[in-house]
């Protein structure tokens, strides 16, 4: 079964910024890429694979910050 992560990230500001975060939540075991836009991205994930913590520390070791999106 996969949860939904809806992520708010700062410091993108184009299609360079989307195709970087796109790469690093490709690279997170566990993770589907849903969609991202710039300041935004929505994936999929096994909560028994990896957690939302580590899918936002995937953002941010590519220059951005990156947090859980408030509900």
Do not use: F, W
């Not at 079964?1 to 997170?28: F, P, Q, W």
């Not at 096994?46 to 899918?55: A, C, D, F, H, V």
């Amino acid at each position: 079964m996969a949860d939904e992560l809806n992520l708010t990230i700062y410091g993108m500001s184009c299609d360079h910024c989307v195709n970087r975060v796109k790469a690093a939540l490709n690279k997170v075991a566990g993770v589907q890429v849903e969609d991202v836009k710039v300041g935004s991205a929505r994936v999929s994930y096994n909560p028994g694979t990896t957690s939302p913590e580590q899918i936002a520390a995937a953002v941010t070791n590519v220059g951005y910050d990156a947090a859980p999106a408030a509900r």
